[in-house]
């Protein structure tokens, strides 16, 4: 794609498209067509030269029914995989199929790569438990599959545990994101509030470091769905029990921390699972300029509970055109 006349500069982009959530080099929505766009014009920008936007030429070739064309095959594979294109399921699989498939159908403009790898599969055992003890007062909190109706979950990758006794809680300053929200940690379940800077897997990898017993996050309570306890993933290196609680159950909590001691004892245990393959795709373009080298991509997969028609389907076709 010539993109400056006077130099004659082509770009070269890389298009990968991965399977694994929370690995995406750059997720390419609607929303961020625009920030793309500029970019490709700053890079071929100089003080001295005057040439015409690119973003006119860039919007006409994205056409409404050519996304939703792919869009309903996406769903068409989730319906015929049980509603879903989550990983290690069939419609994960026929996703990362269709997408290679697409790819390898413009001929010679694209070198495509598929590879596949293995990642840690994660399952629980038994229903974990969470207790707390406030000034002599045991609470037993609940937990259900149905995380509306639920005061906590697991974060996936938490490891087991199954506390003898009790341990202090400490109510984590902010949002846990940097080091010195840490200090003096070692030893307490630590509780942090969603939120902040940061991803839960880096919030994990910082209390790590500071030899916590527990992680217990819990939602912000900031709208009607920040209200309940959600599924959150960690690093598959995580060496920690972590919980997710809802912002009624982590918000008691914390203010209770701010007047008396706080104790917290949890069991978790785990199933021994095969780890299963995951596959990426990537697509470098056949010619231009290697120095000059963008990277699209998305995570090709949904969540267990649905096809991700709007989370990560609108990505996979933003990132064909």
Request: glycine residues 6%; proline residues 4%; neutral net charge.
């Amino acid at each position: 794609m010539i993109v400056s006349e006077p130099y004659r500069k082509r770009m070269f982009i890389t298009l990968c498209v991965i399977g694994l959530v929370g690995i995406a080099t750059l997720a390419l929505a609607a929303a961020t067509l625009g920030t793309l766009i500029k970019r490709f014009d700053s890079i071929v920008s100089t003080p001295t030269t005057s040439k015409p936007k690119l973003n006119s030429t860039l919007a006409e070739t994205i056409r409404i029914e050519d996304l939703m064309t792919h869009l309903r095959q996406l769903q068409r594979i989730a319906d015929e995989s049980n509603g879903t294109r989550a990983i290690n399921t069939r419609g994960f699989n026929e996703t990362v199929n269709y997408i290679e498939k697409y790819l390898n159908e413009q001929g010679t403009l694209l070198k495509v790569t598929r590879e596949t790898f293995k990642i840690r599969n994660f399952a629980i055992a038994t229903d974990p438990i969470l207790l707390s003890l406030i000034n002599g007062t045991e609470k037993n909190y609940t937990y259900s599959s149905k995380l509306a109706r639920s005061d906590f979950t697991y974060a996936i990758y938490s490891t087991e545990a199954n506390f003898s006794d009790y341990v202090p809680l400490i109510n984590i300053p902010n949002f846990g994101c940097a080091k010195n929200e840490w200090q003096n940690t070692q030893g307490f379940a630590a509780l942090v509030k969603a939120g902040g800077p940061c991803t839960y897997a880096e919030k994990g990898i910082l209390a790590g470091k500071n030899d916590v017993k527990a992680l217990l996050f819990y939602n912000d309570g900031e709208t009607n769905a920040n209200l309940a306890p959600i599924s959150v993933r960690l690093r598959e290196t995580n060496k920690l029990p972590a919980l997710y609680l809802s912002y009624a159950a982590g918000q008691a909590l914390a203010n209770a921390t701010l007047s008396t001691l706080v104790m917290v004892k949890l069991s978790i245990q785990l199933q021994n699972l095969e780890d299963f393959p995951v596959d990426n795709i990537c697509a470098d373009t056949t010619d231009g300029d290697v120095t000059q080298t963008i990277v699209v991509g998305s995570h090709s997969d949904s969540v267990p509970a649905g096809p991700g028609i709007n989370d990560n389907g609108k990505d996979i076709v933003l990132v064909f055109k």
